[in-house]
C-alpha cells in the first residue's frame, strides 16, 4: 500500500482547493496516483473542489518595496486574521511587492504570471499562491497594487500591516514621511481623498451637494440662501477630505496646515496611494471557532 504523505496532500490539496481530508482519502483510493486521485475529487465534490477559492478574502496585509525612485504597495487578501501573521503568508506579501518594483506587470494576471519560487511552490506567483492555499487551508488572492516610477522620490508608511501609504514626492524627506503619517492617520477620523480640492473625484462632489441640498432644503429658507448653504457645505467638505487643506497632525498651534507645512520645508507631493487591508469587502460573519468545530468533527468520523 502506498503512504500518503503530508506533502502529496498538500499538492492535491493546492491543485483543487478541495479540503485536506478529502484529499487524503481520494489519494488514497487512487493509490497515490495523483491525477487519478484529482479525477476522483472533481467527481465525487463537483464544485465543492473548490470551495476554499469562493470563500471571502478580507483579511490580509499591506506589503511595500522601495528602491530609490521605483517602489510598490501591494495588498494581499487571505480569511483570517491568524494567517495575516503567519511568516510565509508575509514573505509572500513582500515577494509580491518586489516584483511589481522590480518587473512592472501591466495588471494582476501579469503580476500572477511572474516567475517566482517560495516555500518550495512555484515556478509562478500564481502557483506559489495556490501552493500556500493548499498549506495554510486558507484561500487567499492577490487584490491591488500600485508602481511609481515617475522621477520623483518616495517615501512610505506601514501602521502595522494594515494600513500602507505610498508618496511621490519632491523636497525634504522628513516633510514626506510626516505627510505618509498623516494620510495614515485620516484613516481614523476625515479620510485624505486627493492632494487638493481639484483631485477630489466628480462623483463624490456630486454626491456631497446633494446631500447638502436635502438637509439645506428643510431649512425653509429663501432659494439664494440655500444656494450659499449648499456651496458652503460642499467646500467644507472639499478642505476635509483634501491633504493640502488638513490641519498637520504635528502642527504646535493646532492650525497649521499640511500646505503650509510642505511649503516651509520646500517640499511638494506629486501623488500618494493609501490602501486599507479589506476596506469595501463585505466580511465574514459566521462562526469561525464553530466551523473549525464541525471540520475535526467531521475528520474524527471520517
Known amino acids: 500500500m502506498v503512504a500518503i504523505t503530508a506533502s502529496m496532500v498538500a499538492e492535491l490539496r493546492a491543485k483543487t482547493d478541495a479540503p485536506m481530508m478529502e484529499c487524503k482519502k481520494a489519494l488514497a483510493e487512487a493509490g497515490g496516483d495523483m491525477a487519478r486521485a484529482e479525477e476522483i475529487l472533481r467527481v465525487k465534490l463537483g464544485n465543492k473542489a473548490g470551495k476554499a477559492a469562493a470563500r ?3 483579511e490580509g496585509v499591506v506589503a511595500v518595496a522601495v528602491d530609490g525612485d521605483v517602489g510598490a504597495l501591494v495588498e494581499i487578501n487571505c480569511e483570517t486574521d491568524f494567517v495575516s501573521k503567519n511568516e510565509s503568508f508575509l514573505a509572500f506579501a513582500k515577494a509580491c511587492a518586489q516584483l511589481v518594483a522590480t518587473q512592472n506587470p501591466a495588471d494582476l494576471a501579469a503580476l500572477a504570471a511572474l516567475p517566482l519560487s517560495h516555500d518550495g511552490f512555484g515556478p509562478t506567483v500564481e502557483d506559489v499562491r495556490k501552493g500556500l492555499v493548499g498549506k495554510i487551508g486558507e484561500n487567499m488572492s492577490i487584490r491591488r497594487f500600485e508602481r511609481y516610477a515617475g522621477g520623483g522620490r518616495l517615501a512610505h508608511y506601514l501602521h502595522g500591516t494594515h494600513i500602507g501609504v505610498l508618496v511621490e514626492y519632491d523636497g525634504s524627506d522628513i516633510a514626506a514621511k510626516d505627510v505618509a503619517m498623516q494620510i495614515a492617520a485620516s484613516t481614523k477620523g476625515t479620510r485624505v481623498l486627493a492632494i487638493d480640492a ?18 439645506a432644503a428643510e431649512s425653509g429658507k429663501p432659494p439664494e440662501i440655500v444656494a450659499r ?25 493646532g492650525k497649521q496646515t499640511v ?10 507631493v506629486r501623488a500618494f496611494t493609501l490602501y486599507v487591508v479589506g476596506e469595501g469587502i463585505e466580511k465574514r460573519t459566521d462562526d469561525f471557532a464553530a466551523e473549525v468545530a464541525a471540520q475535526v468533527a467531521a475528520a474524527k468520523k471520517g
Open 229 to 253: 448653504m449648499v456651496d458652503g457645505s460642499v467646500q467644507k467638505f472639499l478642505k476635509e477630505v483634501s491633504l493640502l487643506d488638513q490641519v498637520f497632525v504635528k502642527a504646535a498651534d
Open 259 to 268: 500646505g503650509q507645512m510642505l511649503k516651509g520645508a520646500n517640499t511638494s
Open 56 to 58: 471571502i478574502t478580507a
Open 198 to 215: 481639484k483631485g477630489v473625484p466628480a462623483e463624490l462632489v456630486d454626491n456631497e451637494r446633494k446631500i447638502a441640498m436635502a438637509k
